[in-house]
C-alpha cells in the first residue's frame, strides 16, 4: 500500500551538491509515529544509515554525514529531501528511502527500489 519512489541526478561531479527527492504515495509523511529515512549502499558494501526525518519534522543524521547532510519534507507534495555537500567519489552508491516504525535498520517496513548515483572523479 505504501509506496515510495526515489529521484534526482544519477551523475554528480565532486564538490557540488547532491539533491535526491523521495516521492511517498499511500500514506502522508505527517502520519503518527513514522520516521522517513535515507540509507546508502556503495558498491561491495553493507546498508549506511543517513539520517531521518519524522512525522512532525525532527530530523536527525549520522555522525559521520551531519556536518553535510540535510533531510527536509513539502507536506503539499508528500516528499522527503535529501541534500549532501559537498560530495566525494567516495559516496557513490545505491540511495534508498524507507519508512519505519520502530527504531533502527531492522524497524523499515517499506523500501523504495533505490537509485544509483556515481560522482564523477
Known amino acids: 500500500q505504501v509506496q515510495l519512489q526515489e529521484s534526482g541526478p544519477g551523475l554528480v561531479d565532486p564538490s557540488q551538491t547532491l539533491s535526491l527527492t523521495c516521492a511517498v504515495s499511500?500514506?502522508?509523511?505527517?502520519?503518527?509515529?513514522?520516521?522517513w529515512s535515507w540509507i546508502r549502499q556503495p558498491p561491495g558494501k553493507g546498508l549506511e544509515w543517513i539520517g531521518y526525518?519524522?512525522?512532525?519534522?525532527?530530523?536527525d543524521y549520522s555522525p559521520s554525514l551531519k556536518s553535510r547532510t540535510s533531510i527536509s519534507r513539502d507536506t503539499s507534495k508528500n516528499h522527503v529531501t535529501l541534500q549532501l555537500s559537498p560530495v566525494t567519489p567516495e559516496d557513490t552508491a545505491v540511495y534508498l528511502c524507507a519508512r519505519a516504525g520502530d527504531y533502527g535498520l531492522s524497524g523499515i517496513d517499506y523500501w523504495g527500489r533505490g537509485i544509483q548515483v556515481t560522482i564523477s572523479s
Open positions: 499511500g500514506g502522508s509523511i505527517t502520519t503518527n509515529y513514522y520516521y
Open positions: 526525518i519524522d512525522y512532525s519534522g525532527s530530523t
